[in-house]
């Protein structure tokens, strides 16, 4: 799995130890209880793409700690949203 991450006019590929980081808060966020989402006019801070199971999967941050689906727009707390922030900024 190849995790992208653009925004702010950058864009980084997760690798190695970032990669599994990434993926093991993503499992824990959606085990908690979603909400409906962020009105359409909010700005998003990045944009997550990767393929899980040959499904293109899209999730955008929004206010640096929540993590929307951009298919179905659920959105959880996502605070690996911040590291992530970072590292895009570095």
């Known amino acids: 799995m190849s995790v992208v991450v653009q925004g702010k006019g950058r864009k980084i590929t997760l690798t190695g130890v970032r990669e599994h980081m990434f993926k093991r808060e993503l499992a824990a966020c ?6 409906k989402g962020t009105h359409s006019d909010a700005a998003r801070d990045c944009l997550i793409t990767f393929r899980e199971k040959g499904v293109r999967k899209r999730y955008g941050i929004y206010g640096r700690a929540v993590a929307m689906d951009e298919k179905t727009r659920k ?9 992530l922030l970072e590292w895009l900024q570095s």
């Open 30 to 35: 959606m085990r908690r209880r979603h909400t």
């Open 75 to 83: 959105a959880w707390q996502f605070y690996f949203g911040l590291l």
